[in-house]
C-alpha cells in the first residue's frame, strides 16, 4: 500500500509518519513537503527503506498528479497553521490551505485515490462558551487561518458530496508534545523558560483550549483512516480543557518558576474564547480515546526540549513574526495589571 502523505516535515505529520515507519508491516509513505519555516527535514529518518521524500508545493499540479499516480490513500497535513501569522498577513494561508488542499483533491479524484483524509481543526466551528460542537454543527470559524481551514473541509466534504469520493475528514483540539515548532504557546513558552525568558500571555490568560497529545491525535487520524466511512467528519478531542493561565501555572511549574517570568501582553486579535469538541462518535464508533495524562504529557514535552536544544535554538531563530520583526521580541506589548 502506497501512503501520500502532505506535510509530514511538520509537527503532527512527522510524528504521524515516524509511528507508521516504526510499525513492521507498514504502508510505504511518500512525504510531500515544501520545508516552509515550519517544516524540518530532520523530524523523518534520513533514510527508511518504506519512506520517499519529495520536496515540494502542494500547489504544483504537475508534482502532484505525478506522485498521486502512485498513491493509493492520502493523509493530508500541509498547512500554514500558526493563528497569529494569519493575522500578519492570509496570503499564505488561501493559496496553501485553500488552493493546495483543492490541487490535491482534482488530482486524487482524477487518479482514483482509494481514500483522502484531509485533516481539519476545532477552530472551524468558532469559539463556544459553554458545552461542545457535535460534527453537524454549522461552521463559524474566526480568524484568517480558521477561515482558510473551514474552505478546505468544506472543499473535501464536497469532492465527497460531488463525486463520491471516500473524503473522511478529523477535526481536532489543541495539540501539544515533541518537535512543534516554537511559536505556539507550549513549546514557545517552554523554551523562554529553558533560556530565562518570560512568557507572553495574551490578553487576561482567561481563553479556554483543549490540550490532545500529538500521539492520541496521530492515534486518532489511523483510527479515521482505516476504519472511518467515507464523506463522514471526526471531532478527535483531548479531554484536558484548561485557561490560558492554568496552562502557564503547569509550564512555570514543570520549568520550575514562578509568576514573574510571566509577562501579560495585549491580547490577540478576535481572539476565540474557547473551543471545545464532543467526540463521541470517535469514541463509540472508533473506539478512539486519548491515552496521555496532560500533567505527565507536559513533563515530558517539556524533558524533550530541555534535551533538544539543538533542533529548536535555530528553529527560534529564524522564526520571523511579523515580517522584520523577531519573535524573541513580544509581538504585544506588556500591559499594566489591574
Ligand atoms: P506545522 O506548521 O507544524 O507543519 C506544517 C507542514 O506543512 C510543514 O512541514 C510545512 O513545511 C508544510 N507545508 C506548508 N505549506 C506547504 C505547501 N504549500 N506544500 C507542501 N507542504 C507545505 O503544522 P502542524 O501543527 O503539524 O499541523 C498539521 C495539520 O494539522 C494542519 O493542517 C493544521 O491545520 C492541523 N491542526 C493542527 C493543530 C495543532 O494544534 N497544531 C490542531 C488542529 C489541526
Ligand atoms: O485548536 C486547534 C488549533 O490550535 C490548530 O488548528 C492551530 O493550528 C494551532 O496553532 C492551535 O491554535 P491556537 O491559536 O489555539 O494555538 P496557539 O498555541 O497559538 O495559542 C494557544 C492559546 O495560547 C491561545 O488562546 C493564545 C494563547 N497564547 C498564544 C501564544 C503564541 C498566548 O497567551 N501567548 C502566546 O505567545
Not at 133 to 157: T, V
Not at 160 to 181: A, E, K
Not at 196 to 223: A, F, M, S, T
Not at 260 to 286: I, N
Request: charged share 20%.
Amino acid at each position: 500500500m502506497n501512503l501520500l502523505v502532505t506535510g509530514a516535515a511538520g509537527f503532527i505529520g512527522s510524528t504521524y509518519v515516524r509511528g507508521l515507519l516504526a510499525r513492521n508491516g507498514g504502508p510505504k509513505v511518500t512525504v510531500l513537503d515544501k520545508l516552509t519555516y515550519a517544516g524540518s527535514r530532520d523530524n523523518l529518518p534520513e533514510s527508511h527503506p518504506r519512506l520517499e521524500f519529495v520536496h515540494g508545493d502542494i500547489c504544483d499540479a504537475p508534482l502532484v498528479d505525478r506522485l498521486m499516480a502512485h498513491a493509493d490513500e492520502v493523509v493530508h497535513f500541509a498547512a500554514e497553521s500558526h493563528v497569529d501569522r494569519s493575522i500578519n498577513g492570509a496570503a499564505d494561508f488561501v493559496r496553501t490551505n485553500v488552493v493546495g488542499t483543492q490541487t490535491l483533491l482534482d488530482s486524487a479524484l482524477r487518479h482514483g485515490v482509494r481514500t483522502f483524509v484531509h485533516v481539519s481543526t476545532d477552530e472551524v466551528y468558532g469559539s463556544i462558551k459553554t458545552g461542545s460542537w457535535p460534527e453537524e454543527h454549522p461552521l463559524r470559524p474566526s480568524s484568517p487561518y480558521s477561515a482558510s481551514k473551514a474552505s478546505s473541509d468544506l472543499l473535501a466534504l464536497a469532492y465527497h458530496h460531488t463525486h463520491g469520493m471516500d473524503v473522511r475528514v478529523t477535526r481536532c483540539s489543541n495539540n501539544y508534545g515533541p518537535h512543534q515548532f516554537p511559536e505556539k504557546v507550549v513549546p514557545l513558552f517552554i523554551t523562554n523558560l529553558l533560556d530565562g525568558r518570560k512568557v507572553p500571555l495574551y490578553g487576561e490568560g482567561l481563553n479556554v483550549r483543549d490540550w490532545l497529545h500529538v500521539e492520541d491525535h496521530c492515534h486518532g487520524i489511523e483510527l479515521v483512516r482505516t476504519k472511518g466511512r467515507p464523506g463522514e467528519i471526526y471531532n478527535i478531542g483531548g479531554g484536558t480543557e484548561l485557561t490560558n493561565k492554568e496552562l502557564t501555572a503547569l509550564i512555570l511549574e514543570v520549568c520550575g518558576a514562578g509568576w514573574d517570568m510571566v509577562e501579560h501582553v495585549a491580547d490577540r486579535k478576535g481572539h476565540d474564547l474557547r473551543y471545545s469538541v464532543d467526540w463521541t462518535k470517535a469514541r463509540t464508533e472508533l473506539g478512539y480515546r486519548p491515552l496521555h495524562d496532560f500533567e505527565t504529557g507536559v513533563a515530558t514535552t517539556a524533558g524533550w526540549y530541555r534535551s533538544h536544544r539543538a533542533w529548536w535554538q535555530p528553529l527560534k531563530q529564524r522564526a520571523q513574526l511579523p515580517p522584520g520583526k523577531s519573535q524573541e521580541q513580544p509581538l504585544k506589548q506588556p500591559v499594566e495589571q489591574s
